[in-house]
């Protein structure tokens, strides 16, 4: 099967590398330092699952290169959603798959208005990785993982080609599921991403500073539980108690992890706070639901984005 990954970093990076190294016809879309060092050396995975090296070859910065895929894997940062759809005509014909591993909740109809064919699924990814130089992706602690599927109704020739794409996945060793109800799995991920990425930003703590604190820790969970009630009122179908189960999960790890979005803050980049917590103000206002939590997390971080993406 032939894949384009958008986006080579922590996401892109390390599951196209798995792929990659089960032999699968795999393309890299990158750009940049990151770009130049794969076409001269490869990308390197390190991992605890076990590293590898993607040969050289096939990484570009031009997807008429690559040609038409069966899948498209769009791991590129939210704010960049429209621009990256932009590019990926060359990569499509009536019969690709683009799988959205976004942070978010509403990339997939993004690039669904912007690309001329194919059909866009929803996905989220689990793992903590980022590129630690140039052409090396590096993943440190916790689960690999991507769930993925249809959002509308189901068409059985989409089901069937998801089938093989998962197929793909698993055979290369990659924790994969195929789900049921995507927009379920979605939000999941979006309240617990928006909250910790929102607070470890915010308070350029831990988690585990954050959880040890009664107030910083209420502030967390109330960040969670409003964007809890938008999800339901939007019409995701989420676990009774939901919130409650995942301070369960939290108290069972290690908590010396910070974000992504604290990442990106600390090395002067962009921030994905329009797709976080950006996104649950906005939703709360449209639905009269108050988002007081979100709101002052979206304030204190928008002037970091702002004046980071005025200097792109």
């Known amino acids: 099967m032939k894949f384009a990954i958008i986006g080579a970093g922590g996401v892109g990076g390390f599951f196209g590398g798995k792929l990659a190294k089960n032999k699968e016809d795999v393309w890299f879309l990158a750009r940049g330092n990151h770009l130049d060092a794969m076409r001269a050396n490869g990308l390197r ?3 605890p699952e076990g590293g ?5 070859g096939k990484m570009t910065d031009n997807p008429s290169e ?7 894997l769009f791991c590129v940062k939210s704010y960049d959603t429209e621009s990256a759809a932009e590019q990926l005509a060359p990569l499509l014909s ?3 798959i683009v799988i959205s591993l976004q942070n978010g909740v509403d990339n997939e109809e993004k690039i669904q208005r912007v690309i001329p064919r194919g059909v866009v699924l929803g996905g989220v990814s689990y ?3 980022t590129i630690t130089a140039a052409g090396v992706v590096t993943h440190t602690v916790g689960p690999t993982k991507i769930i993925f599927g249809c959002l509308q109704k189901k068409n059985p020739l989409i089901t069937e080609k998801a089938k093989r794409i998962l197929d793909s996945m698993v055979n290369a060793g990659i924790n994969a599921t195929l789900a049921e109800d995507i927009q379920s799995e979605l939000w999941k991920k979006y309240i617990f991403i928006t909250a910790v990425g929102g607070m470890t930003a915010l308070t350029r703590l831990t988690l585990g500073e954050i959880l040890r ?3 910083s820790r209420q502030m967390l969970v109330d960040a969670m539980r409003e964007t809890e009630m938008v999800g339901r009122a939007r019409g995701a179908s989420l676990p009774v108690g939901f919130v409650d189960q995942i301070l369960e999960l939290l108290k069972k790890y290690d908590n010396n992890s910070r974000s992504s ?3 990106d803050l600390v090395h002067n980049k962009p921030l994905e706070i329009e797709a976080l917590s950006g996104t649950v103000v906005k939703y709360g206002r449209e639905l009269g639901i108050p988002t007081p939590v979100n709101q002052a997390i979206y304030a204190g971080l928008l002037p970091y984005h702002i004046s980071q993406s005025q200097k792109i």
Do not use: M, N, R
């Open 45 to 47: 995975i390190e991992s």
């Open 52 to 56: 590898c090296v993607v040969p050289p």
């Open 66 to 72: 690559i040609g038409a895929v069966d899948t498209v």
């Open 94 to 96: 009536d019969e690709t």
């Open 127 to 129: 793992i903590y990785a």
């Open 213 to 215: 604190v009664d107030e």
């Open 261 to 263: 979005l604290y990442h």
